[in-house]
């Protein structure tokens, strides 16, 4: 199994800013995921991060709100920018290894507050 | 598209009664399911999986089985315990979708003593 590491664990931020989210994985995975959970609510997929070349976003996220980078196979980043309220949630990076095996594997979490 | 449905909450129970949280999904493939647990304050670990018909997972108590006939993988637990309080969420993935999940809404169990 993979052990993923999230950093900002939480953070506070005013509205109008940007925060990095950072994912660490301690090992080589082909798939990695960044996902969307507002509070009181379930997780939402924002978009899968591919290494070497842009994110594929899912239905309703875009690039310019939540730009994601992937250099290698044990790193993404997340970007929450210009935040607002409504960007408080928690955020969550998950890895998974692309093949027959479907499981995934999560991170703690970020979980962000837009004030 | 795919989806999964699950029981809506919060379940309330007493310590040591028995848990059934249902969770059915709709899948245009032959995906694996999961259960996945979050507790308070924390991030999403696996508790069980399955990834074909008939499959029991099972971890910590916890079981689930795969019912292709009626696209169901429900949640069950014998005897529950204060430290089960958490958010349950059922997923499921499509086998060439190499880890992309697609959740339940969640079900939020509180263990009484």
């Known amino acids: 199994s993979a052990v993923i590491s999230q950093k900002p664990s939480r953070d506070i931020c005013q509205r109008g800013t940007s925060l990095t989210i950072q994912c660490q994985v301690d090992s080589q995975v082909t798939m990695m995921f960044w996902y969307r959970q507002q509070p009181g609510q379930s997780l939402t997929l924002i978009a899968t991060a591919n290494q070497g070349s842009e994110a594929t976003y899912e239905s309703g996220f875009v690039i310019d709100k939540f730009p994601i980078s992937r250099p290698n196979l044990t790193f993404s980043t997340l970007t929450v920018s210009n935040m607002s309220p409504e960007d408080s949630s928690i955020y969550l990076c998950?890895?998974?290894?692309?093949?027959?095996?479907?499981?995934?594997?999560f991170g703690q979490g970020t979980r962000l507050t837009v004030v | 598209g795919d989806s999964v449905t699950q029981m809506e909450g919060p379940v309330t129970l007493s310590e040591e009664a028995f848990l059934t949280i249902n969770c059915t999904y709709t899948a245009t493939g032959y995906p694996s399911l999961f259960w996945y647990v979050q507790y308070p304050g924390e991030g999403l670990q696996l508790l069980l999986k399955a990834t074909k018909a008939d499959d029991k997972g099972s971890n910590k108590g916890f079981e689930a089985t795969y019912r292709k006939e009626t696209t169901s993988f429900h949640l069950e637990k014998g005897s529950v315990q204060v430290s089960d309080s958490a958010v349950y969420f059922c997923?499921?993935?499509?086998?060439?979708?190499?880890?992309?999940?697609?959740f339940g809404q969640g079900t939020e169990l509180s263990v009484k003593p």
């Open positions: 998950s890895a998974g290894d692309g093949g027959m095996n479907t499981e995934a594997f």
């Open positions: 997923a499921l993935s499509e086998i060439n979708q190499g880890g992309k999940l697609i």
